[in-house]
């Protein structure tokens, strides 16, 4: 990866290199002097080469992270259905309990009744 990166590098540096006839033409044709022109092309050219274009996101190192993104969401929304399944679940573990704890205390309740006598 290091070596295409370096080679798109110098292939950029290569192609502003080429382009400073053309610019140096350009700023001619405004009305600058040739030996003007040429120090505002070569300026340029020395600012742009002196740019640390390392930290900068290549086409597919964004769509590498746009792929990522996405495997990320399908896992959270995985995860969330799980979850979800889960929760329902216990849910109704927890209602046939409250059922089944009512039932028992209904019927714990008649017996009471039954032995007091009422």
């Known amino acids: 990866m ?9 292939n950029r540096m290569n192609a502003i290199m080429m382009d400073t006839l053309k610019y140096t033409k350009q700023f ?3 009305g600058f002097q040739r030996n003007q022109a040429e120090v505002i092309v070569t300026t340029i050219e020395k600012i742009l080469h002196q740019q640390d274009t390392t930290g900068f996101a290549t086409k597919s190192d964004i769509n590498d992270l746009k792929q990522a993104n996405k ?13 979800s399944q889960k929760l329902d679940s216990l849910a109704d573990k927890m209602l046939v ?3 089944l704890a009512g039932g028992a205390i209904t019927t714990l ?6 032995w007091i006598g009422k």
């Open 2 to 10: 290091d070596k295409i990166n370096n080679l798109m590098r110098v």
């Open 28 to 30: 001619e044709d405004a």
């Open 71 to 83: 495997d990320l969401n399908n896992k959270i929304d995985l995860l969330s259905s799980l979850t």
């Open 97 to 99: 309990r409250v059922l």
């Open 109 to 114: 309740y008649k017996i009471i009744e039954l």
